[in-house]
């Protein structure tokens, strides 16, 4: 007795004293401001899943389930055969060549009550037969009525009457932290709907689209999307679709915490013009861009880094350009549109694409620390054209005589006769100076390719000059600072060479 005595009373002075410095801190049952979950965010939990109960209801009637099949010859078969007639079906099938059938599925989802289906190019390209299967476990053939190579966008067509419609909704107002669902057919689970947020906009996905006037505008999200997803929507918290899942960024090919969607802004505009024309209507201004980046918006004379680079000119032939015959060139950093902010290349395809072929409107420019303006004549883009990678060079070459430039960190040498032959270049090449090495080091690392990049001219510092040979370069960089930027109009060799414009930064 006297022992428990003793326990109990040091117990109890021991919890005294912590209680004394404030050592017994209770987690949950301890009383304290925020402690408890409020009735009201109780509320606002309930609420939300309540949301997401009443998305999966309204929208997921109006998603459907997409089976592609492409018919394909395979003239060496690969039947098993039996000994003794392996001889006559091997020359029979030289004769008549075997055709498989190759499967693929995807998502749609309905837009009109007549049966006009919104989904991805990639779903239904090439397909000689299309079904499309409803929640409701009913089975249609599908006509494809138009697709669009350069924004993943195709609509098809099934015969019904009173079909029940997604309602299509507005990205522009939509906000990086809204709560998103994506509703989709992933890996052969029809009718799957996850739920994440939006995580970035304008977000553009090099090397997807090989294309001249390809998209660089998605919606980027952490709801879960898997092959199959490709071509459902994806909507807001009032049920609204603000995009259509396209794309997953993954070293597998399976979800890993990020997926893109092509703006439902966007794929209306295309919707609408396949179905009244058979092809997309879209307006451009024939250049290449790119985002301004720190040296670009400095060489251009702005205080922040803002505004869209204008590479080169993208028609041919170039003087059919009408950024070219309204005046803008390349190095010029487009800051306002039709009256609007231009922060980056995407935001400026948003103001475009809102136009129609044939109208003409404002653009604002700055060259090199002065400020221009251009009104441009919109024309329809020519038929859209796939295009191999430009990410190196194609054309060895024998190395030349070379010249170290420590200031920007590369090295060069005169466009060899070889070179010029084997690559096919025009003559105003053949005066010019090739990037033979490139310092990783050095402030034009990533900027020029080595063996890949010949410097056609100096833009600023001004007066313009074409550069042929070591010594003209020379001039150019013996006047400059560290700090100072040099802007380069360049042509990248390779596959459908390019002209660009690219800004280095002297001494890094």
Known sequence: MRLTAALATAFVCGLLFATGFDLTRFGFAQEGKGAKVASSQVQSLAETGSAFEAIADHVTPSVVSIQTQRIRSNPRGGRSM???????????????????????????FIVSKDGYILTNNHVVADADKVTVTLLDKRIFDAKVIG??????????????????????????????????????????????????????????????????????????????????????????????????????????????????????????????????????KRAVIGVAITDATAPDAKAAGLNEVTGVLVQTYSFDPVDDSPAKKAGIEPGDVIVSADGKPTDRASTLQRIV???????????????????????????????????????????????????????????????????????????????????????????????????????????????KRDLHTAADLDQVLSKLNDGDLVTFLVYDLGPGGSLRAVTVQVGG
């Open 82 to 108: 039996r000994p003794g007639i392996e001889e006559f079906f091997r020359n029979f099938d030289q004769q008549m060549p075997r055709e498989e059938a190759q499967e693929a599925s995807g998502t749609g």
């Open 147 to 280: 697709r669009d190579p350069t924004t993943d966008v195709a609509v098809i067509k099934i015969n019904g009457n009173n079909l029940p419609v997604a309602t299509l909704g507005d990205d522009n107002v939509s906000r990086v932290g809204q709560w998103v669902v994506a509703i989709g057919n992933p890996l052969g689970l029809d009718f799957t709907v996850t739920a994440g947020i939006i995580s970035a906009k304008g977000r553009p996905l090099r090397g997807l689209l090989n294309a001249t006037y390809a998209i660089t505008d998605y919606i980027q999200t952490d709801a879960a999307i898997n092959p199959g997803n490709s071509g459902g929507p994806l909507v807001n918290i009032r049920g609204e679709v603000i995009g259509i899942n396209s794309a997953i960024a993954s070293s597998t090919g399976f979800y890993a915490g990020y997926g893109f969607a092509i703006p439902v802004t966007l794929a209306k505009q295309v919707m609408d013009d396949l179905i009244a024309y058979g092809k997309v």
């Open 353 to 463: 694409r809102g136009h129609k072929p044939g109208e003409t409107i404002p653009f604002e420019a700055m060259r090199f620390g002065t400020k221009k303006t251009f009104r441009v004549k919109l024309v329809e883009a020519p038929d859209a054209q796939q295009v191999a990678s430009t990410d190196g060079p194609s054309h060895p070459f024998v190395p030349a005589e070379s010249r170290r430039f420590d200031k920007i960190g590369i090295a060069v040498e005169p466009v060899s006769p070889e070179l010029f032959t084997r690559a096919r270049l025009d003559e105003q090449y053949r005066r010019a100076l090739i990037v033979s090495d490139v310092n990783v080091t050095g402030p034009a690392y990533r900027k020029l390719f080595a063996d890949g990049t010949i410097l056609v001219r100096v833009l600023n510092p001004g007066p």
